[in-house]
């Protein structure tokens, strides 16, 4: 069984900062890729950004240049760290992890409100 578990939401003010985390636990034994997405109300979930294990980022255009996406592979655990953070931010914000073997794991998601 694998566990995912995001924290680190909440409200701020635009302009703000957000640093998100997301472990996983149990029964892993290598994990691929990390990667966030977020869903607004009323629209459709969409990716935010992944890492791979070695390193490799991607970012969605709505975010370059304000989000950055790193991990610690010896915690499991992934975070984003958010600044300039718009009001267009306001999501739940939801961390998937990709084992090697090609499963995939949903964590229960994290608010994330970005006040005007």
């Known amino acids: 069984q694998v566990q995912v578990v995001e924290s680190g939401g909440g409200l701020v003010q635009a302009g703000g900062s957000l640093r998100l985390s997301c472990a996983a636990s149990?029964?892993?034994?290598?994990?691929?890729?990390m990667v966030w997405y977020r869903q607004a109300p009323g629209k459709q979930r969409e990716l935010v950004a992944g890492?791979?294990?070695?390193?490799?980022?991607n970012y969605a255009d709505s975010v370059k240049g304000r989000f950055t996406i790193s991990r610690d592979n010896a915690k499991n655990t992934v975070y984003l760290q958010m600044n300039s953070l718009k009001p267009e931010d306001t999501a739940v914000y939801y961390c998937?992890?990709?084992?090697?073997?090609?499963?995939?794991?949903w964590g229960r998601g994290t608010q994330v409100t970005v006040s005007s």
């Open positions: 998937k992890i990709i084992l090697a073997a090609g499963q995939n794991y």
């Open positions: 890492i791979t294990k070695g390193g490799s980022t």
């Open positions: 149990g029964s892993i034994f290598s994990i691929n890729a």
